[in-house]
């Protein structure tokens, strides 16, 4: 599920695929550099996002359990940055929008989130590729322009869809809203 103005490099799809061997592995996802409207490049990857949020913990690829992805990459804020990244086993997706229901078209902006707790909550592995395979174009999006009173209560829903999921994380006093 790709947003119609970002791009991939050449073996993002092949890449991605291979990890699928694992009869196990629900989603992969990657790294992306981000460009402007324009295509210009902007960021070679999110690695200093990660860093700053998580540590080394993404700095090289890795597959998890899915419960174990969700509590460590999801719990605070949503650490698949980009859609477009993602490559899905399309029975886990499915898996996923029918445990969501009606619920995701009330998101604007964190439905994606609320698809991954689903999806990790479901069983099945994670697979991150550290590597920037996608380029995801960072301009006046969907999430720039609905800032405010609606992000934060989206916010809001996916840690109670997490709490429900997973029972509310340790340290839930540290959550960010924004």
Same mark, same amino acid.
């Given at each position: 599920?790709?947003?119609? #103005?970002?791009?991939?490099?050449? +073996? ?13 592995? /629900?989603?992969?996802?990657? #790294? /992306?550099?981000?460009? +402007? ?6 960021? /070679? ?15 090289? /690829?890795?597959?998890l359990d899915g419960q174990a992805f969700a509590k460590r990459f999801l719990a605070e804020c949503n650490m698949i940055l980009n859609g477009s990244s993602v490559v899905?086993?399309?029975?886990? %997706? ?17 439905? +994606?989130? %609320?698809?991954?707790? !689903?999806?990790? @909550? ?6 991150? +590729? ?5 380029? @995801?174009?960072?301009? %006046?999006?969907?999430?720039? !322009? ?10 809001? !829903? ?6 429900? %999921?997973?029972g509310p994380p340790a340290d839930a006093g540290k959550r960010r809203e924004a």
């Amino acid at each position: 599920i790709a947003e119609a #103005d970002d791009l991939s490099q050449i +073996d993002f799809v092949a890449t991605m695929a291979q990890k699928f061997v694992d009869p196990n592995l /629900s989603l992969a996802f990657s #790294d /992306s550099a981000t460009i +402007d409207a324009e295509g210009r490049r902007r960021a /070679s990857s999110y690695q200093y996002y990660y860093t700053a949020v998580h540590g080394s913990a993404m700095a090289r /690829s890795f597959t998890l359990d899915g419960q174990a992805f969700a509590k460590r990459f999801l719990a605070e804020c949503n650490m698949i940055l980009n859609g477009s990244s993602v490559v899905w086993r399309r029975s886990a %997706l499915a898996t996923a929008l029918a445990a969501a229901g009606t619920d995701i078209a009330g998101f604007s902006l964190a439905g +994606d989130w %609320l698809l991954y707790l !689903r999806t990790c @909550h479901a069983g099945g592995t994670v697979a991150f +590729d550290a590597r920037p395979l996608n380029l @995801h174009r960072r301009a %006046l999006g969907v999430t720039a !322009r609905t800032r405010g009173e609606v992000q934060i209560d989206e916010i809001r !829903r996916i840690y109670a869809a997490f709490d429900e %999921l997973f029972g509310p994380p340790a340290d839930a006093g540290k959550r960010r809203e924004a």
